[in-house]
């Protein structure tokens, strides 16, 4: 008796390959689409999972609270990288929330990325340091992003907060 791979193995075996003649530098449009893919469709979890919150300003307030205790050191008070400066250094980089690439994510595919982090990418998990509340509240604010730069800069690398 023979057992048949998963879609998941065989398509981690594709990815892989593809993958694999990648060259040192920044990754060509047929390796980002590939990496996108593989993410959006296996490595990443909870794609079924409904956000409980509602998109009040309540809640969307509470969600930038706690996106600015750990979240805006990589992304910026904005989450679209404002005042970072390694942001576009690093490699991958920090990518700004507000790109169609993680507007794509379901809600439950976001809070599994804040809770379990991307490894690879330098994303940190924060499973321990926020309720599963204060996740699925953060992913409304992510769902809700000022304008870019309206914030101003985080003040830990010398911005100044617009006053009100």
């Given at each position: ?17 593809a ?41 969307i ?48 595919q ?15 998990p ?7 509340d ?19 800069e985080?003040?830990v ?8």
């Open positions: 008796m023979t057992s048949r791979p998963s879609f998941a193995h065989v398509a981690a075996l594709l990815a892989l390959a993958l694999a003649g990648c060259k040192a530098g920044k990754p060509g449009p047929a390796q980002t689409h590939t990496v996108n893919w593989v993410k959006h469709h296996i490595t990443v979890g909870g794609k079924h999972d409904r956000n409980p919150f509602p998109a009040t300003a309540s809640n307030d509470d969600g930038k609270q706690a996106f600015t205790q750990y979240c805006m050191v990589c992304h910026g008070l904005d989450g679209q990288n404002t005042g970072v400066p390694f942001a576009a250094m690093i490699d991958p980089p920090v990518p700004s929330l507000a790109s169609s690439e993680v507007q794509s994510y379901t809600d439950g976001l809070k599994w990325i804040i809770q379990h982090g991307i490894g690879p990418s330098g994303m940190p924060s499973e321990g340091v926020f309720a599963d204060d996740m699925w509240k953060m992913v409304l604010y992510i769902r809700h992003l000022p304008r870019a730069g309206s914030l101003g985080p003040a690398y010398g911005g100044t907060v617009p006053s009100k």
